[in-house]
């Protein structure tokens, strides 16, 4: 794009660690190729309401560690009608953008590839959600930093666990996805991991934790994923108390403590390949792609196919796996 003069870049919808990192680098990718950036506040909300702001060098400095976005995130029901996204591409136009980086999940992805496809604004996508559930890329921003904040507190629990003869439910984040549940599941040493995509009968769950006990084991921890057909850690710890009351039964919903903190250095890391590769699609042609890793190598993927896509994320070897290791 030989008249690619400035680029817009924006977050949008749930925060995830390693944003900031990628903000960071498609800005000083593109001044590095003499390329004007426009950060946009509150992703597609501040596109209608023209919330933007000039971006430097120097606007970047020392975010590459923090968690969060400095660009700030919201939902925007306008942004779904015809109405607001004509407002937005007006103002992206009189701000002199002529190209876009959007760093968010499956929703942000979706309003990505309509307002290029109305428009004709290009627009390369870079998966920030700790869910991991977007095809393209076998990690999402921010998923490897949520699993540690998981794994730490797994180690928490189970101490005292350990000290009480309790049986532990701790739910996790992911919406549809179970991959945090199942990573987090494994390195924790969870007795069982319950999963959106492997439905797990309650009364499956019971004869897993009769088998536990017989072994004499004195604690035990259940991963749950936010998305499990069994509604949830409070409702399936009621339903294994009523059948199985040897151990002190505890629930612990991590919630949203899973999306703060400092990224990881995998994640630092990623976020700024992923950054710097999204401006170079941009300035080599590409006009509607999602940026992922494959591998070791960052690559594109059509939007079009990342959003349609119905391939399953969750790595069957680590299913297979953490069955084993529950024996």
């Known amino acids: 794009m030989n008249n690619l003069r400035r680029i817009g870049v924006y977050t949008s919808g749930g925060d995830a660690p390693g944003m900031n990192a990628a903000i960071r680098a498609v800005v000083r990718t593109a001044i590095f190729n003499n ?4 950060g946009i506040f509150r992703g597609y909300e501040g596109m209608i309401e023209g919330d933007f702001t000039e971006m430097v060098s120097r606007s970047v400095s020392s975010i590459i560690q923090k968690g969060g976005t400095i660009l700030k995130s919201a939902r925007c029901p306008e942004f779904r009608t015809k109405e607001g996204r004509q407002k937005a591409y007006e103002n992206i136009r009189h701000a002199g953008i002529d190209a876009l980086v ?3 999940g499956d929703g942000t992805f979706t309003g990505a590839e309509l307002f ?3 428009f004709g604004i290009p627009v390369m996508c870079i998966p920030g959600t700790i869910d991991n559930d977007l095809y393209g890329s076998d990690y999402t921003l921010g998923f490897d930093t949520s699993n540690n904040t998981v794994i730490d507190a797994i ?8 000290s009480h003869n309790r049986l532990f439910f701790v739910e996790v984040m992911g919406r549809d996805s179970g991959c ?3 990573n987090a599941g494994v390195a924790g040493g969870a007795e069982a991991i319950m999963l959106p995509e492997k439905e797990t009968a309650i009364d499956e769950l019971i004869d897993l934790l009769a088998v536990a006990k017989d072994k004499n084991k ?8 936010e998305g499990d057909k069994n509604g949830g850690a409070y409702n399936v710890a009621k339903h294994v108390k009523e059948k199985f009351d040897f151990y002190d039964t505890k629930v612990s919903i991590l919630g949203h ?3 703060g903190g400092s990224p990881s250095s995998f994640d630092r890391v990623l976020a700024t390949r992923m950054g710097y590769f999204a401006v170079n699609e941009l300035i080599s042609g590409n006009k509607s792609a999602t ?3 494959r591998g070791s190598t960052i690559v594109s993927t059509s939007l079009e196919e990342a959003l349609r896509s119905k391939e399953l994320k969750l790595d069957e070897e680590l299913v297979t796996i953490s069955r084993v290791m529950n024996i």
Do not use: H, N
């Not at 180690?155 to 350990?162: E, F, G, L, V, W």
């Open 218 to 225: 004195t604690s035990m921890i259940v991963i749950i994923a």
């Open 116 to 118: 290029s496809q109305e």
């Open 291 to 293: 940026v992922g890793i």
């Open 155 to 162: 180690d928490k629990i189970k101490d005292t666990a350990a």
């Open 35 to 38: 390329i004007k950036v426009t």
């Open 257 to 259: 403590l899973q999306r």
């Open 102 to 104: 959007a760093i968010g």
């Open 180 to 182: 945090i549940a199942l």
